[in-house]
T-cell receptor, first 114, second 113 residues
Framework: AQSVTQLDSQVPVFEEAPVELRCNYS??????LFWYVQYPNQGLQLLLK??????LVKGINGFEAEFNKSQTSFHLRKPSVHISDTAEYFC????????????FGTGTRLQVTL | KAGVTQTPRYLIKTRGQQVTLSCSPI?????VSWYQQTPGQGLQFLFE???????NKGNFPGRFSGRQFSNSRSEMNVSTLELGDSALYLC????????????FGPGTRLTVT
């Protein structure tokens, strides 16, 4: 079984500042890792995924994440946030070979202010 | 290409009743998964269907069931509703091949009173 820990429930940040949302996972088997964003009253949108290969993955809307196997982490970063990035962000893991049966973290609320 | 659609978007039911939620995946997608999202438990996997067969199942009681039709549309049913079943139910579809990307619908907000 897999588990995901998102260390921060809320992250306040000023517009144009950099941000990092932290995610750690636990698994006894190889995994795929994902970051999703959820805007109010909407479903989840995939930001980026790590399957294998390069540990730095780039996603949509200027987000990127780095897979660190030794620290079992997959932190999400953006060098300069915008007001429109205000949303809930979820880290998720699946067993390698499938994207279904995702295990999600509890989410991080990113609040961007002027 | 149209996205994943879920109907209805909002639903209010009484404890003890049953409910059926519907999900239409993106055209060509054959895998459909269902998730429950609540403030207390977060996002939890319910089950996945592929080619009309349940391929994976989460840890939910037997009151939660689902099915998939030959056109890949899926329904989930919850019988004998409890107050704790109030949640946002999300459906996701995935294409065949090696994209490993799930596309989520907007969800059905179920309120049990």
């Amino acid at each position: 079984a897999q588990s995901v820990t998102q260390l921060d429930s809320q992250v306040p940040v000023f517009e144009e500042a950099p941000v990092e949302l932290r995610c750690n996972y636990s698994s006894s088997v190889s995994v795929y890792l994902f970051w999703y964003v959820q805007y109010p009253n909407q479903g989840l949108q995939l930001l980026l995924k790590y399957l294998s290969g390069s540990t730095l993955v780039k996603g949509i809307n200027g987000f990127e994440a780095e897979f660190n196997k030794s620290q079992t982490s997959f932190h999400l970063r953006k060098p300069s946030v915008h007001i429109s990035d205000t949303a809930e962000y979820f880290c998720a893991v699946s067993r390698a070979g499938t994207a279904s049966k995702l295990t999600f973290g509890t989410g991080t609320r990113l609040q961007v202010t002027l | 290409k149209a996205g994943v659609t879920q109907t209805p978007r909002y639903l209010i039911k009484t404890r003890g009743q049953q409910v059926t939620l519907s999900c239409s995946p993106i055209s060509g997608h054959r895998s459909v998964s269902w998730y429950q999202q609540t403030p207390g438990q977060g996002l939890q996997f319910l089950f996945e269907y592929f080619s009309e067969t349940q391929r994976n199942k989460g840890n939910f009681p037997g009151r939660f069931s689902g099915r998939q039709f030959s056109n890949s549309r899926s329904e989930m049913n919850v019988s004998t509703l409890e107050l704790g079943d109030s949640a946002l139910y999300l459906c996701a579809s995935e294409s065949t091949g090696n994209s490993y990307e799930q596309y989520f619908g907007p969800g059905t907000r179920l309120t049990v009173t």
